[in-house]
């Protein structure tokens, strides 16, 4: 059977997140409706496997996914058909034929996202669920010098939200940049690493707030890895702000 890859982005603002879940509208299984159907329903359910999961109100302009037809259609027809079939808030970008070991999550070696923060004083009613919000004083200088100490390989045991199933909570972060976006009254940020941990950026991401917000000192994230106790960080960073940006291979 042929194997797809897909690059998907999809507005989560409406959807449970990725994951298939009972009840629940699903990135996933608004994906594998349209595969099926596609496939004219065949007797066994085709799967569509994701990069990862993303939670309830994330969203992602990069998502990539794989499924295997019973019959081989052109990519681009496959995208196209897709997309006349997909709901508005999920777009394809991009089918490729791949070989039958690729897998979307395994195969993956790089993952890129993207956090947008608004800094108004109010919350903005065509920002709300695409930003995150904060409105207490900040010092951005000493969220820059903290954000340096993220990159490389640790322990994340700390910034991992209680309910996650990997068996190691090692992660190597590759980069973590910050920019000021004051024509937007926004603050980016931006995550690379091999992989990331359940709430593992809304995390690192409300650590650095409570840097700039001075509730912690500004060489704190040292001493959450060395603690390796989740209890020490409380606060996690909205939903609505994350983005998965790419999924390199």
């Known amino acids: 059977m042929p194997r797809y890859k897909a690059t998907i982005a999809y507005d989560g603002t409406d959807f449970y997140g990725w994951q298939v879940q009972p009840n629940k509208r699903t990135v996933q299984a608004e ?5 099926n159907k596609m496939a004219k329903n065949p007797t066994e359910h085709i799967r569509v496997q994701g990069s990862g999961r993303t939670d309830a109100r994330v969203h992602a302009k990069g998502q990539v996914a794989h499924f295997d037809l019973p019959f081989d259609i052109p ?20 089918v490729e034929k791949v070989s039958e070991d690729f897998h979307a999550q395994y195969s993956a070696h790089d993952k890129t996202y993207f956090y947008r923060f608004s800094t108004t004083e109010f919350i903005d009613p065509f920002k709300r669920n695409y930003t995150g919000h904060w409105h207490r004083r900040l010092k ?9 100490d993220y990159v490389g390989e640790h322990d994340w045991l700390s910034f991992v939200a209680s309910g996650f199933q990997q068996k190691t909570t ?13 024509e937007e009254d926004e603050i980016w940020f931006e995550f690379s690493g091999n992989g990331f941990l359940y709430n593992q950026i809304r995390i690192m991401v409300g ?31 909205p939903a609505q702000g994350l ?3 790419d999924v390199k291979y």
Do not use: H
Not at 75 to 94: F, N, Q, W
Not at 218 to 237: E, M, N, S
């Open 140 to 148: 951005p200088e000493l969220m820059q010098q903290a954000i340096g």
């Open 31 to 35: 994906m594998e409706l349209v595969v």
């Open 207 to 237: 650590v650095l707030l409570e840097i700039g917000n001075g509730v912690r000192p500004v060489d704190d994230i040292q001493r959450l890895f060395a603690v390796k106790d989740r209890q020490q960080v409380q606060f996690t960073a």
């Open 170 to 182: 090692v992660r190597t972060v590759y980069s973590a940049k910050m920019w000021l976006k004051p």
């Open 75 to 94: 990519a681009e027809a496959v995208r196209k058909g897709l997309s006349t079939m997909l709901p508005y808030d999920i777009g394809i970008k991009k």
């Open 243 to 245: 983005y998965l940006m």
